[in-house]
């Protein structure tokens, strides 16, 4: 049977345990590569490329809200992802979801919900909590953002997000391997898909996202 490998990334380590509980108790074998902050997520993802299934905490070390999922989805397009939070409205779970989350657990779950949830997404189906209704994005500035979000390019998804991490052209362009007129032009199209004129509003409309957060 294939052994299943699942990437746990939460800064709490009493909350990792939890989470590696749930999985020890499911049929199969699986292997846990547990990671503490944003930084060990990715270095985790992109050392295990056929990795089963990441467990993310939208509130880690390193990131800030959805950028880290974004981020991820970007550069590891196969990977589901699952968001595990404490923060578990209609409205993050919703944004989660449109922005390339395969489902969604709540920090309150108990251990057999969590590890439904796990199984259910590695199913291929979407997991969210029971309480979870659908509906419409409340705020339409944030459902065109998401839309136009939609429309960058993985790489351009990777440079917004180090835009809003604060970082310089030179240090992107370090980053991704990448000459510096590249990441100017990675800029200047994000800039046009987002309509927004400056990198500052880019990363201010980015934040729009994670306002109804509060983990």
């Given amino acids: 049977m294939h052994e299943q490998t699942i990437i746990i990334a939460d800064d709490h380590p009493l909350f990792r345990d939890a989470l590696r509980q749930a ?4 049929e199969g074998r699986q292997s846990i590569i547990e990671a503490g902050d944003f930084a060990a997520a990715r270095k985790a993802a992109g050392a295990h490329a056929d990795a089963d299934l990441m467990l993310l905490d939208l509130a880690m070390p390193g990131v ?29 779970i919703r944004r989660a979801l449109e922005l390339g ?21 590695l199913a291929g189906d979407i997991a969210t909590p029971e309480s979870y209704r659908d509906g419409q994005e409340q705020d339409p500035d944030v459902a065109d953002l998401i ?6 390019t993985p790489q351009q998804s990777r ?25 100017k032009a990675h800029v200047s199209a994000i800039l046009l898909k987002l309509d927004v004129d400056s990198r500052t509003q880019a990363v201010i409309q980015l934040g729009k996202i994670n306002m109804a957060m509060v983990a």
């Fill in 101 to 121: 989350a395969s489902g969604f657990i709540s920090k309150s779950s108990g251990i057999d919900d969590i590890r439904r949830s796990i199984q259910t997404v």
């Fill in 147 to 152: 839309r136009r979000l939609h429309t960058l």
């Fill in 64 to 92: 800030s809200g959805f950028s880290g999922l974004m981020a991820l989805r970007s550069e590891f397009a196969s990977l589901p992802i699952v968001i595990v939070s404490a923060t578990d409205d209609a409205t993050t």
């Fill in 23 to 26: 999985v020890i108790g499911m």
């Fill in 159 to 183: 440079v917004l997000t180090m835009l809003a991490e604060g970082l310089l052209n030179k240090q992107i362009a370090y980053e991704l391997g990448v000459s510096e007129a590249t990441i």
